[in-house]
């Protein structure tokens, strides 16, 4: 038979040695452990994360299928002005008063009379304010209950108030229309919010005045959207507004400008030969010729301002106050969200979808902030609360010469900043 493999000399057959695991055992003892977490449920995961892929795809399907309550508009602004010199921020506005504190909700446009005060608040009344202590309620349009955005429209919501040569105060509600108000209170509608322009009726009216012919002109905010849904104006970015004369002889109303972006404040010149008007989400103020080779024709008074302008009122100075909602853009930050989503209209159209942008405006940060220009329309002046401590917004300005009343559309008081608290006048 044929030998088998012969040894080499020399070399020791290798034999297992006590103690050391060879690969069969290794085997062995693998095929007794328990599995282990990944073994057991690593296909379950994959399975979870498949499933959490599909839902998330799902969800983006119907939110892109889902219509937009928005037609957002895209807006480039230019640079942030630097906030230095006019503008450099202080803490002035931290300085003032609360009045009525707890009484008096949102007292929103605010005017003089024999040393009174007169306002409208948030639960539809118009008030009259005696020495900062004493405030009584003269009259209210709407009905009762008041107080909540779901019952605004039936309430009523006093905006503007203009007060004119002949004492009589002038009244925009928000939802019921426009009022002539007897200091006694008696009242008459002059103009109702049912009355359609080019098909739409007045949605929004905002704030008031009167021209020296006898007609008066409001800026109607939005013919899309009422008050209470401002914060879709915010996002939507697009030119609803209207600015409509009525003569109250007549009664014969029509518009004056339309495809505004969010008129809101409106006062006559100093010369009266223009109108004023604040376009929020433009952040400028133009000018609305009255009289002259202009007559009925725009431009910019200034723009590019701070942050969201809402009224324009006369300084003790000649120049105007200008009161806003929000806190002022910063050049100094390297991102600003609120800026890029200007200029990005298709992610504002989807945000609307799933979240609601008033809980969205409920997120910006608390900044009061007023400013003074002067005739040309240049910043002097500016009084900040950087933290909203005091005056976490303005609506309007009521310079009385001793004194600052500071208004607001939703704080539960009206603030008051005496002149000797105010910083020295500073070309910008």
């Known amino acids: 038979m044929p030998e088998g493999p012969r040894k080499r000399k020399g070399v020791q057959e290798a034999t297992p040695q006590k103690g050391k695991k060879t690969a069969a055992s290794w085997d062995n003892r693998l095929k007794k452990r328990p599995p282990t977490c990944w073994e057991q449920y690593g296909a379950w995961f994959w399975r979870l994360l498949l499933l959490e892929f599909v839902i998330f795809v799902l969800a983006v399907i119907i939110v892109l299928s889902k219509e937009s309550p928005i037609t957002p508009r895209k807006l480039e602004l230019p640079p ?25 909700i949102g007292p929103e446009s605010l005017v003089m009379l024999d040393g009174k005060i007169y306002t409208g608040s948030y639960d539809g009344k118009i008030v009259q304010l005696e020495d900062d202590k004493k405030m ?11 107080g909540t955005p779901e019952n ?27 009022y002539e108000v007897n200091v006694t209170g008696e009242y008459t509608q002059i103009l109702s919010n049912t009355r359609h322009y080019n098909g739409y009726p007045i949605r929004f009216g905002n704030d008031i005045t009167r021209v020296p012919d006898g007609d008066f002109f409001f800026t109607d905010s939005d ?4 008050r209470r849904d401002f914060p879709y104006m915010i996002f939507e970015l697009s030119a609803h507004g209207r600015l409509v004369w009525y003569n109250p002889v007549t009664r ?10 969010f008129p809101n404040g409106l006062l006559l010149s100093a010369d009266k030969q223009f109108l004023l008007i604040c376009e929020t989400t433009q952040f400028r103020v133009i000018k609305y010729y009255l009289k002259g080779p202009k007559q009925g024709k725009t431009e910019i008074f200034i723009d590019n301002l701070p942050s969201l302008p809402d009224n324009i009122r006369p300084s003790k100075n000649g120049g105007y106050w200008v009161s806003f909602a929000g806190p002022p853009r910063d050049p100094k930050k390297w991102f600003d969200p609120a800026d890029a989503m200007r200029r990005r209209p298709w992610i504002r159209e989807q945000i609307v979808k ?10 910006i940060p608390k900044y009061g902030l007023i400013i003074e220009l002067n005739k040309q329309g ?48 500073t070309e910008s």
Do not use: M
Not at 80 to 100: D, H
Not at 402 to 424: H, R
């Open 80 to 104: 942030p002005r630097p906030l230095e010199g006019a503008l450099a921020p202080n803490k002035v506005l931290q300085k003032a008063k609360k009045l009525f504190e707890g009484e008096l």
């Open 252 to 261: 014969f109303s029509n518009v004056a400008l339309f495809d505004l972006f």
């Open 378 to 425: 240049e910043i002097i002046r500016s009084l900040h609360d950087p933290t909203g401590e005091v005056i976490a917004s303005a609506s309007e300005v009521l310079d009385t010469g001793d004194a600052l009343y500071i208004g607001s559309y939703n704080a539960p008081f009206l603030a008051k900043l005496d002149y000797s608290e105010l910083p020295e006048i």
């Open 136 to 146: 009584t309620t003269i009259a209210q349009f709407g009905k009762e209950p008041c």
């Open 223 to 226: 013919f899309k959207w009422e």
């Open 354 to 363: 799933v979240i609601e942008p008033r809980t969205l405006i409920n997120l």
């Open 152 to 178: 605004e429209h039936t309430c009523g919501r006093p905006l503007g108030i203009h007060i004119s040569e002949q004492e009589t105060l002038y009244v925009v509600d928000s939802y019921l229309g426009v």
